[in-house]
């Protein structure tokens, strides 16, 4: 079945700075690749992304890219603040109807000011 | 627009007691699926359904059931509870391949 690394699983850095997260997929039949930020007691809330007939895709401060290939996606965070602070995950699916969002363990972002 | 609901949000069970989680989608999702997120892992799927018939099952015991209802709103039930079903349970509702999450139900297992 389907594996989904992601790293780190820490990230600090300065407000203003930029991060960068990666997560790697095992599975050539998936293509829907959602990021997730989830803040301390809630739930996930879906930030951004992307499909497999696509390279890039961005929000305001936020990008991700997939490399098909290489079965590899990453999340990418511009000018932080410290509200961007959460744990952020990566998932990967086949996107169709009853399977499964497969989930990264997550990285926790710290931005300080 | 309201997003998915989850009652009730905190629960505390002993072992052996069977407990039922309910979650209500977003308005015009027909599709709904379970997950349990346990400390400091990704939440991992547990069922999803769409119009009233499960569509997947991830790698649960039996012990671990759902329904979904004419109105799409759904309940998951756990029976025999172990130390180990400690966890927060997250609902999600979906039209397409976007899965929104509700905020979860912590449940305590003692």
């Known amino acids: 079945g389907e594996n989904v690394e992601q790293h780190p699983s820490t990230l600090s850095v300065q407000e203003g700075d930029s991060a960068v997260i990666k997560c790697t997929y095992s599975d050539s039949a998936s293509n829907y690749f959602p990021w997730y930020k989830q803040e301390l007691g809630k739930g996930p809330q879906l930030i951004i992304d992307i499909r497999s007939n696509v390279g890039e895709k961005k929000d305001q401060r936020i990008a991700v890219t997939l490399n098909k290939t290489a079965k590899h996606f990453s999340l990418h965070i511009t000018e932080t603040q410290p509200e961007d602070s959460a744990v952020y995950f990566c998932?990967?699916?086949?996107?169709?109807?009853?399977?499964?969002?497969?989930f990264g363990k997550g990285t926790t972002l710290s931005v300080s000011s | 627009d309201a997003g998915v609901t989850q009652s009730p949000t905190h629960l505390i069970k002993t072992r052996g007691q069977q407990v039922t989680l309910r979650c209500s989608p977003i308005s015009g999702h027909k599709s709904v699926s379970w997950y349990q997120q346990v400390l400091g892992q990704g939440p991992q799927f547990i069922f999803q359904y769409y119009e009233k018939e499960e569509r997947g099952r991830g790698n649960f015991p039996d012990r671990f059931s759902a329904r979904q209802f004419p109105n799409y709103s759904s309940e998951l039930n756990v029976n025999a509870l172990l130390l180990g079903d400690s966890a927060l349970y997250l609902c999600?509702?979906?039209?397409?391949?976007?899965?929104?999450f509700g905020p979860g139900t912590r449940l305590t297992v003692l």
């Open positions: 998932a990967a699916s086949r996107g169709q109807a009853g399977t499964a969002l497969i």
């Open positions: 999600a509702s979906s039209r397409s391949d976007e899965q929104f």
